[in-house]
């Protein structure tokens, strides 16, 4: 094993990277998290226990292709986020406060004022920049109500049609029961 060349970065910078380098992939072996720190493998398995006394559910993935995963946990994590994500994600959300997806816009804009609340400034400029060039187009149709929305949007995921009412379409006529004993 070659050398690990100390790192500088203190715990905090680290655990800060190491948690951006989580949301950033799926997964990633420790041997790879390590060499991107420049710390040891004892030190990543001591930074993935730090991570989880903070509440962020990790796991550790043994065997050969092994290694650590950030999985969805009951409460979401703070982001670390660049400077162009941070500027897309606020862009998207002004777009969104305008949309056609009905109760979706005060939800945007209160995710915006928070998100707005933190960014440096230089990163406020430029959002502010672009809003002040770009139009949003107002919604002049029929809005669409979320619900409905995601129904569909799930059932094209998982590539079920749904029916008129938003149910899952099972396959099966009016009035014929499935292996549930349930009507359609």
Excluded at 88 to 107: F, S, Y
Excluded at 138 to 157: N, S
Aim: charged letters at 25%; a positive charge; one cysteine or more.
């Amino acid at each position: 094993m070659p050398d690990i060349v100390r790192s500088t970065m203190t715990t905090s910078g680290r655990l800060l990277k190491l948690l951006s380098l989580l949301q950033a992939r799926r997964d990633w072996p420790g041997r790879e998290l390590a060499g991107r720190l420049e710390v040891s493998g004892r030190t990543i398995r001591r930074d993935i226990d730090r991570l989880r006394d903070l509440g962020y559910p990790v796991d550790a993935l043994m065997g050969p292709a092994g290694g650590y995963r950030l999985k969805a946990g009951t409460a979401m994590p703070p982001l670390l986020l660049d400077d162009d994500e941070a500027v897309a994600i606020a862009v998207g959300l002004r777009t969104a406060a305008g949309a056609a997806v009905t109760g979706i816009e005060e939800t945007s804009i209160r995710a915006l004022v928070k998100l707005e609340q933190v960014l440096p400034g230089h990163l406020r400029r430029r959002v502010n920049a672009l809003q002040s060039v770009t139009d949003t187009l107002a919604a002049t149709g029929p809005t669409v109500d979320p619900g409905c929305l995601t129904v569909i949007a799930g059932a094209c995921r998982d590539t079920h049609s749904p029916d008129s009412r938003g149910r899952r379409n099972t396959g099966l006529s009016v009035g014929q029961r499935n292996r549930d004993g349930d009507f359609r």
